[in-house]
């Protein structure tokens, strides 16, 4: 079974501060994902990842980074936490193919302050 | 460009009753389409997916999905609710080449007893 790991549950950050997010998956895929989730607005990407070191914005990259250093880990970056940033983030991962599910994590509720 | 509508943010059903989510999709070629669960304080989970081949989709928990090209829909349905199908839905749509997933807003279920 696919196993998609969020490092934190919960956290709860103050503006300004610069915030990470850390994703790991078990199953050697090669695509990863970031998405945040809102009400009423569904999933929104913000970056994905088709290999190590190679990233891709998504739909709503500002205020954010990504970084890819190894295949099993894509680590989400706030560079300068606005109260705007608050939500639920989830990862995910793919195998190669568009017809591949994805596979999330558990999710990280970010609350910044 | 691909988009997803979910009809209806909120359904109840009573438990025992048949349970019917509505999606319909835009693509300009052909679509693989996914319906995924999300259960409190969970990240999303397949239920089941079209790929190609036959247009009726069995999933997981009982659930089913009829694809009809011929109305761009891909509803989910289950004969009969039960308490623990209570949860979110999300109909998402992919194409061939494409690492983009692109997730409908979502839609609440809640089964009265």
């Known amino acids: 079974d696919v196993k998609v790991t969020q490092s934190s549950r919960y956290l709860v950050k103050r503006t300004g501060e610069k915030v990470f997010l850390e994703c790991v998956q078990d199953m050697d895929h090669e695509n990863m994902f970031w998405y945040r989730q809102d009400p009423g607005l569904g999933l929104r990407l913000i970056y994905f990842s088709y290999d190590v070191k190679m990233k891709e914005k998504g739909d709503i990259p500002e205020g954010y980074s990504v970084s890819r250093e190894k295949k099993e880990r894509f680590s989400l970056i706030l560079e300068s936490a606005s109260t705007n940033q608050t939500s639920m983030y989830l990862c995910?991962?793919?195998?190669?193919?568009?017809?591949?599910?994805?596979?999330f994590g558990d999710g990280t509720r970010l609350s910044i302050l | 460009a691909q988009s997803v509508t979910q009809l209806g943010s909120h359904v109840s059903v009573s438990e025992g009753a048949l349970v019917l989510l509505r999606c319909n999709y835009s693509?300009?070629?052909?679509?693989?389409l996914f319906w995924y669960v999300q259960y409190p304080n969970q990240g999303l989970q397949l239920l089941l997916k079209y790929t190609t081949g036959a247009t009726l989709v069995k999933g997981i928990n009982g659930f089913e999905a009829e694809f009809k090209k011929s109305e761009t829909s891909f509803h989910l349905t289950k004969p009969s609710a039960h308490m623990s199908d209570a949860a979110e839905y999300f109909c998402a749509v992919s194409n061939t080449g494409g690492f983009k997933t692109i997730f409908g807003a979502g839609t609440r279920l809640f089964v009265k007893a």
């Open positions: 693509s300009s070629v052909p679509p693989y």
């Open positions: 995910a991962s793919r195998g190669d193919g568009a017809g591949q599910p994805q596979h």
